[in-house]
């Protein structure tokens, strides 16, 4: 399996239409990635492409995870405006299509995206995680730590608000 991780700035509509179609299937299939299911393309659009606005004005980068050629998943580093917090980034929306999951291709991808940010001259990396789906243990399993919990911050349904699990990695 010839899996990589490469930083994307540059986004057309072939590609567009890829990322589009996984974060659905994402979405569909259960993943944590800022929708709960069923979601159509038409929902998640709006929302992608406010993400690529902040690639293509190259304060952000797309980590696309290839394998073979073909897109099989990404992450957003998204860089902080502060010039006190120019050495962070957040990491956002990771995610590999449901067909190529459970081939360790989430630690493929952030590996990559560490590769990215170290690249960048970034020393620290944030994310939230979802409470509830486990895939906190995932994230420490790569060497980030929990730093904190927001309770309700995210609700999922009605009566159903979880926990957002703030998780940092030093690099």
Known sequence: MGAEVRAVSDVDDSL????LSCWTDVTNAGGAVGFVPPVTEDDVAPVLDRLLE???????VLALLTVDGATAGF???VGSSSP???????VLRVQVHPSRQGQGLGRVLMA?????????????????????????????????TE?????????VAPGDDREEILLVHRL
């Open 16 to 19: 567009r239409q890829e990322l």
């Open 54 to 60: 902040g690639v293509r004005s190259q304060r952000d």
């Open 75 to 77: 992450a957003t580093l």
């Open 84 to 90: 006190l917090r120019r050495h962070w980034a957040t």
């Open 112 to 144: 990559g995206v560490h590769d990215i940010a170290r690249s960048r001259d970034l020393e620290f990396l944030y994310l939230g995680a979802r409470s509830g789906t486990g895939v906190d243990a995932f994230y420490r399993g790569l060497g980030y």
């Open 147 to 155: 730093v904190g919990r927001v309770p309700g911050a995210i609700r």
